[in-house]
């Protein structure tokens, strides 16, 4: 799918866990939805409600959510539903979350037209809540829901809790349905080693901002203590936007913390984690593992890789995947069933495989279809790759360097350097696709028709545009083999020096990797008319190309040096 901007998430929960074909007519009916993608359907037989993510522009997503609470409010008859989950309505909850290119304002727009046409032309009694409600009282979602679908025939009708959209009177079959807009929201579940509700609770209690009750003496069976104002007191839990609650699950065998994350920033999921895995310890429990319910952004996974390998004093400079990886398993991702992180990766989802078709061949693949009739991959494609070596052998040497025995005190120092070459081999790695491209551009520009003054224009615009394009593209992965070439120079002085000869490969890498695509930038330069433009750019290049002979032949003596 091509990246619409602006872009929103939109994150129903289905009231219905159990019947699969219930879900999948609900989902077909969101998926018929031109330009909308089904990111995920996450059904729990426990709770007996699903929640489904869809992404796309801001039009699309809320007329998928339209037909996704109008099916759901033909299939789902709330007299009849049970599960864990506190619920109200056959669309329990429909929140819009900002994703590219718009303001929480302007979500919260498009959830007030939402809300309207559900009431208006389905009858159901809708609430706004978090950056959407009409109210500070009613932005807390658990207050709206509180009494669940048995009090909302009562509720809906008294004054203060009158719908923001549709009638008074209940929808028996769909109940009630509250829509928002909010931040990214993680929902979060710990895996506790005991069956105890009244633990895991406690537990919950410990992490939730909320906190707990404040009671004199016994902390459970104590007298509630009143504050001035008449209302209970609450010891606050230690984790700033995290609610919580402890449940069990049959499924599992096992008591769970339930979380929702509501800002990220706040608490981040790996220290939600902790926080949960210390309570328990402190109650005599151990944390066993846990479960994402939904996706996660990719941000998420790689802070808790860093934040699990700072722990053991281990270099964090590693590609996404490996980082990804040490976050599953240090959090017991995996525990209730495989991770893949094609599926629970919001941005892995977004992916377009055309997009890094080339760097997703292995090296047969790659070296075969260089060798092809076919023009591109070229030589800026394999400059880039060529620089993308380099800086990878810088990041080795950073992280044999980090584990050391006897450097145990600069493992950090090293592992900071990693950091820096991974970023410059990811972005290399990019150009590669970026550079055929920007090729393929020009070969289209050319191809555009030509039979009237009007098209001839468009045409010259058009290949003007695309090689400029084919020209900046160069010029970036000279900027960025530039930037490995003092990484392998540290590496090289400063770096384990067993592996000196890989920092002086590396060097030799990023060095044709410069030379290479300032052949492009030149080649691509002839056809280009803006000569204010590409004189600044000519400048630029010759400099980066100059700079990368001169810093080869340093790194190249400091490697002999340590030979």
Known sequence: MATLHPLIECVPNFSEGRDLSVIKQITDAMEAVEGVKLLDVDPGKATNRTVVTIVGHPEQVIEAAYRGIAKAAELIDMNKHQGEHPRMG??????????????????????????????????????????????????NLATIRSGEYEAMAKKIQEPEWKPDYGPTTLH?????????????????????????????????????????????????????????????????????SVKGIGWYIEEYGQAQVSMNITNIRDTPLHMAFEACLESAHARGMRVTGSELVGLVPKQVMLDAGRYFLHKQERSTGLPDEELIRIAVKSMGLDELGPFDIRKK?????????????????????????????????????????????GAALGGMVANLSAHKRGWDDRWEEFSNWAEKAQAIQDRLLFLVDEDTRAFNGIMDAFGFPKNTA?????????????????????????????????????????????????????????????QGAWLNVRINAGGFKDKVWLDTVLAQGQKLADNADQMEKEILEIVKGQM
Not at 463 to 489: C, D, F, G, N, R
Not at 494 to 501: R, T
Request: with cysteine; charged share 25%.
């Open 345 to 389: 990766i919001i941005e892995y989802q977004l992916e377009d495989p055309n997009d890094s078709r080339l760097v997703r061949m292995d090296l047969r693949q790659f070296s075969s279809e260089t060798a092809s009739e076919s023009p591109a991959p070229g030589g800026g494609s394999i400059s880039a790759y060529v620089g993308a070596l």
């Open 172 to 240: 028996e079959r769909a109940g009630v349905t509250a829509i928002g807009a909010r931040d990214f929201l993680i929902a979060y579940n710990v895996n506790l080693n005991t069956t105890s509700v009244r633990r895991a609770n406690s537990v919950a209690f410990d992490i939730r901002e909320q906190g707990r009750v404040k009671r004199e003496g016994d902390p459970i069976t104590g007298p509630v203590v009143n504050g001035p104002d008449g209302e209970p007191e609450r010891i606050p839990g230690t984790c700033k």
């Open 90 to 139: 056959a669309t329990d909850v429909c929140p819009l979350i900002p994703i590219a290119d718009i303001t929480m304002e302007e979500v919260a727009e498009y959830a007030h037209r939402l809300a309207k046409r559900v009431g208006e032309e389905l009858q159901i009694s809708c609430f706004m809540y978090e950056s959407a409600a009409t109210s500070i009282k009613r932005r």
């Open 454 to 514: 009007e098209e001839k224009a468009a045409r010259t615009a058009a290949i003007q545009a695309a090689t400029k394009h084919a020209i900046a593209i160069p010029l970036q992965v000279m900027e960025q083999a530039s930037a490995a070439l003092p990484i392998l120079k540290v590496m090289a002085r400063d770096g384990n020096p067993n592996s000196a000869s890989d920092a002086g490969v590396g060097a030799l890498c990023a060095r044709a990797a410069v």
